[in-house]
């Protein structure tokens, strides 16, 4: 054994020098250089959940600086070809183009679209975050997310329904932990379930939401929270969650910047001119 040590950048537990993982948490040791860095970035709480909080939010602002801003799409609805231009679903366009699947996650249709869902991911996703962790977070959030919309693009297909939003993920969150307590033989499991199930049924005859994403989410959701929490020796296969949960967060960005490339959007900003001009012809001819 060499001779040395260093401290966890996670728990600041003293390890020797050639131990892979940490004594005490078991967390993969970064290479020296890297474990400064690491360890400030450990110290930010709840960074996975904060990161795709704000990642909705940023394209948001960027969908409604595109549509015009406060006088297009923040109290009066987003365009439908603004939010495909990033990522928004229509249709079966998820499986012609299946990056929007996961682009769609992050677009919202307006004002109260947004504010309601971030602020469940904010509080669904500190609970999940504190229990799993930050990669665990991530992964959580794009296959429920995807998995949400898979479902909705089978239920509503052919119809042309425009589609997006974080829900489905949010409904994913809800999913893992009630997996876990599903998983630990809680015995409030039950009760938890049903009232999760009702609030979807009461929020889709409310708001008119897409309850196919919510459940698909929710039952995507139970099954990572259940091999979540049956992990026997979690720190083992820490790495390669880690890389999976960059990965993740890489192609969430490029799935936002593919859809900029699609005709779709093109064609239906078109149309919507198209029908603009002729509600200004009509107008005019009333007024003559």
């Known amino acids: 054994?060499?001779?040395?040590?260093?401290?966890?950048?996670?728990?600041?537990?003293?390890?020797?020098?050639?131990?892979?993982?940490?004594?005490?948490?078991?967390r993969w040791l970064p290479p020296g250089p890297l474990a400064a860095l690491v360890h400030e970035a450990s110290r930010v709480q709840h960074p996975?959940?904060?990161?795709?909080?704000?990642?909705?939010?940023?394209?948001?602002?960027?969908?409604?600086?595109?549509?015009?801003?406060?006088?297009?799409?923040?109290?009066?609805?987003?365009?439908?070809?603004?939010?495909?231009?990033?990522?928004?679903?229509?249709?079966?366009?998820?499986?012609?183009?299946?990056?929007?699947?996961?682009?769609?996650?992050?677009?919202?249709?307006?004002?109260?679209?947004?504010?309601?869902?971030?602020?469940?991911l904010a509080d669904l996703g500190r609970a999940l975050e504190?229990?799993?962790?930050?990669?665990?977070?991530?992964?959580?959030?794009?296959?429920?997310?995807?998995?949400?919309?898979?479902?909705?693009?089978?239920?509503?297909?052919?119809?042309?329904v425009p589609t997006a939003g974080a829900s489905g993920a949010a409904f994913g969150f809800v999913g893992v932990l009630l997996g876990d307590r599903l998983a630990r033989r809680d015995p409030g499991f039950r009760q938890a379930l049903v009232r999760t199930v009702l609030y979807s049924v009461v929020w889709y005859f409310?708001?008119?939401?897409?309850?196919?994403?919510?459940?698909?989410?929710?039952?995507?959701?139970?099954?990572?929270?259940?091999?979540?929490?049956?992990?026997?020796?979690?720190?083992?296969?820490a790495r390669a969650v880690n890389i999976a949960a960059g990965v993740c967060l890489a192609l969430c960005v490029v799935s936002l910047v593919l859809p900029h490339f699609s005709p779709e959007w093109r064609v239906l900003r078109s149309l919507e001119e198209q029908r603009r001009a002729r509600r200004g012809h009509a107008a005019s001819a009333l007024d003559e």
């Not at 054994?1 to 728990?11: A, D, E, K, S, V």
């Not at 229990?131 to 042309?160: D, E, H, K, N, Q």
């Not at 994403?213 to 992990?231: D, P, Q, R, T, Y």
């Open 206 to 237: 409310v708001l008119r939401t897409n309850q196919a994403a919510h459940l698909g989410g929710l039952a995507a959701g139970m099954g990572l929270g259940v091999l979540f929490a049956k992990e026997s020796r979690p720190w083992r296969i």
């Open 48 to 120: 996975a959940t904060k990161a795709l909080c704000a990642l909705s939010i940023v394209v948001f602002a960027l969908q409604l600086a595109v549509a015009g801003g406060l006088g297009g799409g923040l109290f009066t609805g987003m365009p439908v070809w603004v939010a495909a231009r990033f990522g928004g679903l229509l249709g079966d366009d998820g499986l012609t183009e299946p990056y929007r699947l996961l682009a769609a996650c992050f677009v919202h249709y307006g004002v109260l679209h947004i504010v309601f869902n971030v602020m469940a």
């Open 1 to 26: 054994m060499t001779l040395g040590g260093r401290n966890c950048p996670y728990c600041r537990y003293y390890t020797a020098v050639d131990e892979p993982h940490c004594g005490r948490c078991g």
């Open 130 to 160: 504190t229990r799993f962790g930050p990669a665990r977070t991530v992964l959580a959030y794009v296959i429920t997310g995807v998995f949400g919309f898979l479902v909705s693009t089978w239920w509503y297909a052919p119809a042309l």
